[in-house]
């Protein structure tokens, strides 16, 4: 009898404790109560998605494997995160560029990604629908809509610094990432290389150059040599120039020529100037090229040099 009754006694502890377990896998366990549509939003490369999935209380242990059902484009799986008991699925995808005349007519693609959650109580398998407007998905341009835009901005910035017009001329540059390099004539010697990366320094160094200098005349070759980056929001366009200055004092004229490499930047639908690098003639390449420039009574020199020490 006490044997049987000790059998008993440790039956109904295991019973309890299954019972509690198959409770805690029914209605207690978090489960996926709803999925929200898809946000959209954008920048100048890609197109962002964040999906929220809801969950019944906070899940514990996830993992989240995302797969493109439909692979019409490249998708790039961030990660996840989770507040309570909202996870959030976060996805971007690179924007393709399409030639201005084709942009209402190329099909917009459906992408349909299967998502497999676990957690520590249970897995489930959704699926997330991602639909972005049309502006968002495709990039509007060719190299052509490009170079027109580049172009106009190269020319604001000739047309600033002969009419020394600071407003006009600063216009053509982006305030943030700025960029400045000049070899002031030395190829080969880096150790003379003036280099900065304040706006507010380019800013200065032209307006010194506009009081000291009552005419500038600048020319560049065109069309430009351009090359365009994949994603449409970055191109190096090539100039070689000609600048000659008379000066307000003494009457004395100043030559300058070499070729500049000016970084495009696009941003905000917007083509502004990030960085120039100016490889000059030295006044000896000049010199040995006067058959090509019209020195006349102008001083051979270097643009960035006469612009440092003003």
């Known amino acids: 009898m006490p044997s049987i009754f000790r059998k008993f006694c ?23 109560a709803k999925v929200n549509p898809a946000k959209i939003t954008a920048d100048d490369t890609h197109w962002q998605a964040s999906v929220e999935v809801i969950f019944s209380q906070a899940p514990v242990n996830i993992q989240i494997d995302s797969k493109l059902v439909k692979p019409d484009t490249d998708l790039e799986v961030e990660p996840w995160s989770q507040d309570g008991e909202v996870v959030t699925l976060l996805y971007s995808v690179p924007r393709l560029p399409v030639p201005s005349g084709e942009f209402d007519n190329v099909p917009l693609p459906a992408l349909l990604i299967n998502c497999d959650i676990t957690w520590s109580t249970g897995r489930q398998s959704i699926e997330v629908e991602l639909n972005p407007p049309r502006e968002m998905f495709f990039i509007k341009g060719t190299l052509e809509d490009a170079r027109v835009a580049i172009t106009d901005v190269l020319e604001r910035w000739r047309e600033g610094y002969e009419t020394e017009s600071i407003g006009t ?28 990366d304040d ?10 150059f506009f009081e000291a200098f009552k005419d500038i005349e600048i020319q560049l070759s065109a069309p430009p ?23 307000e004092s003494n009457n004395s004229a100043w030559f300058g020529a070499g070729s500049i490499s000016f970084v495009f930047e696009k941003r905000n639908n917007e083509w502004r100037i990030a960085e ?33 020490i003003l």
């Open 225 to 247: 040599e351009m090359s365009l980056s994949a994603n449409y929001n970055r191109a190096e366009v090539r100039n070689h120039y000609e600048i000659t200055v008379f000066a």
């Open 276 to 308: 120039w690098h100016d490889n000059a003639y030295s006044p000896q390449e000049i010199l040995d090229a006067k058959l090509l420039f019209d020195l006349g009574n102008k001083n051979p020199g270097s643009w960035a040099g006469l612009k440092s």
């Open 169 to 196: 001329y600063m216009s053509a540059f982006w305030d943030q990432g700025f960029r400045y390099v000049s070899d002031l004539g030395s190829d080969d010697d880096k150790t003379d290389d003036l280099e900065f």
């Open 10 to 32: 440790v039956i109904l502890p295991l019973a309890t404790i299954l019972s509690v377990i198959s409770c805690s896998e029914g209605d207690d366990a978090a489960r996926i």
């Open 199 to 208: 706006i507010q320094e380019e800013r200065s160094n032209a307006a010194k």
